[in-house]
Antibody, heavy 116, light 106 residues
Framework: QVQLQESGPGLVKPSETLSLACTISGGSIGLYFWSWVRQPAGQGLEWIGRVHVSGGTNYNPSLKSRVVMSLDTSKNVLYMKLASVTAADTAVYYC??????????WGQGTLVSVSS | EIQMTQSPSSVSASVGDRVTISCRASQDIVTWLAWYQQRPGNAPKLLISAASTLHSGVPSRFSGSGSGTDFTLTITNLQPEDSAIYYCQQANSFPRTFGQGTRVDI
């Protein structure tokens, strides 16, 4: 049973870079894509993108210029960096295992607030 | 980008009722559609993939149907623990997109 646990700073200043990590346990990291999804308070879900251990990525065009995702297979950790953040990037950020046509396992999420 | 539209936005029902949620895609997505349940304060949970395939461990009172642009999630014999927001998501193309959600109150 795969388990995912997000971690991050909680608070980021405007214009800075948001860095998140997702620790993956109980599953083979190399067999899947790994995704990030975010959810502003009281709102719906927004798919940010996904990454494969091969280096292959798919990003949401709305964020593509600011986001980078990567995997550290030695540590079983998924990373996401989002540059030049604004208040609009305040949200709960989830990592998820991408079964290619669905998001089959999710972390519990980590709240990131953007404020000076 | 494919737009996903759910209806209704909210529904109130009683224990034992049957609830139907619709999801419409702005273009043909074949059967590349997933449904998720999100209980308050929790992460989304996969219910159904490929429009009608029940995910492991999901109760059989949940079912999905549809193809092309029109899809349905049906919950029969509604239980108190089914109180949640339900989202559809297309997996036909990138970016993956979600419906706006349907709140089910019991």
């Amino acid at each position: 049973q795969v388990q995912l646990q997000e971690s991050g700073p909680g608070l980021v200043k405007p214009s800075e870079t948001l860095s998140l990590a997702c620790t993956i346990s109980g599953g083979s990291i190399g067999l899947y894509f790994w995704s990030w999804v975010r959810q502003p308070a009281g709102q719906g879900l927004e798919w940010i993108g996904r990454v494969h251990v091969s280096g292959g990525t798919n990003y949401n065009p709305s964020l593509k210029s600011r986001v980078v995702m990567s995997l550290d297979t030695s540590k079983n950790v998924l990373y996401m960096k989002l540059a030049s953040v604004t208040a609009a990037d305040t949200a709960v950020y989830y990592c998820a295992r991408d079964g290619h046509y669905n998001l089959e396992s999710w972390g519990q999420g980590t709240l990131v607030s953007v404020s000076s | 980008e494919i737009q996903m539209t759910q209806s209704p936005s909210s529904v109130s029902a009683s224990v034992g009722d049957r609830v139907t949620i619709s999801c419409r895609a702005s273009q043909d997505i074949v059967t590349w559609l997933a449904w998720y349940q999100q209980r308050p304060g929790n992460a989304p949970k996969l219910l159904i993939s490929a429009a009608s395939t029940l995910h492991s461990g999901v109760p059989s009172r949940f079912s999905g149907s549809g193809s092309g642009t029109d899809f349905t999630l049906t919950i029969t014999n509604l239980q108190p623990e089914d109180s949640a927001i339900y989202y559809c998501q297309q997996a036909n193309s990138f970016p993956r997109t979600f419906g706006q959600g349907t709140r089910v109150d019991i």
